[in-house]
């Protein structure tokens, strides 16, 4: 199902997964998203926690420890394939923008 429900990741989907490469919990992961985006990308929790629980119902991450209400997670193989994809996608994105818009393969308007 997760093939299917994810065709496309949304930004969000997309950091959350790149952070879940090494284990995190949730406050990690917002910490992550924005340092690595330079702040263009802010997860917030609402966000994040539903993201979370839909990602470990999809058996694209799992939860590595529950230390009080904190909880770790950490990408599954799923997920990186999911995540694999979705960077294959926006690569073809930006080659078929490079070919066309910088390569001149449209008539100047």
Same mark, same amino acid.
């Given at each position: 199902?997760?093939? !299917?429900?994810?065709?496309? %990741?949304?930004?969000?989907?997309?950091?959350?997964?790149?952070?879940?490469?090494?284990?995190?919990?949730?406050?990690?992961?917002? @910490?992550?998203?924005? !340092? %690595?985006?330079?702040?263009?990308?802010?997860?917030?929790?609402?966000?994040?926690?539903?993201?979370?629980?839909?990602?470990?119902?999809?058996?694209? #991450? #799992? !939860?590595?420890?529950?230390?009080?209400? @904190?909880?770790?997670?950490?990408?599954?193989? %799923?997920?990186?394939?999911? %995540?694999?994809?979705?960077?294959?996608?926006?690569? @073809?994105?930006?080659?078929?923008?490079?070919?066309?818009? @910088?390569?001149?393969?449209?008539?100047?308007?």
């Amino acid at each position: 199902m997760a093939r !299917e429900k994810y065709q496309t %990741l949304t930004e969000q989907m997309f950091y959350i997964l790149i952070c879940l490469k090494n284990e995190a919990c949730g406050v990690d992961i917002m @910490k992550m998203a924005a !340092e %690595l985006t330079d702040g263009r990308v802010l997860i917030g929790p609402g966000t994040l926690y539903s993201l979370l629980d839909n990602f470990v119902k999809e058996k694209m #991450i #799992i !939860e590595t420890k529950t230390e009080n209400r @904190k909880k770790s997670y950490i990408i599954t193989n %799923l997920g990186e394939e999911m %995540l694999e994809k979705e960077y294959r996608r926006l690569t @073809k994105q930006k080659s078929d923008y490079e070919a066309l818009v @910088k390569g001149g393969g449209q008539d100047e308007r």
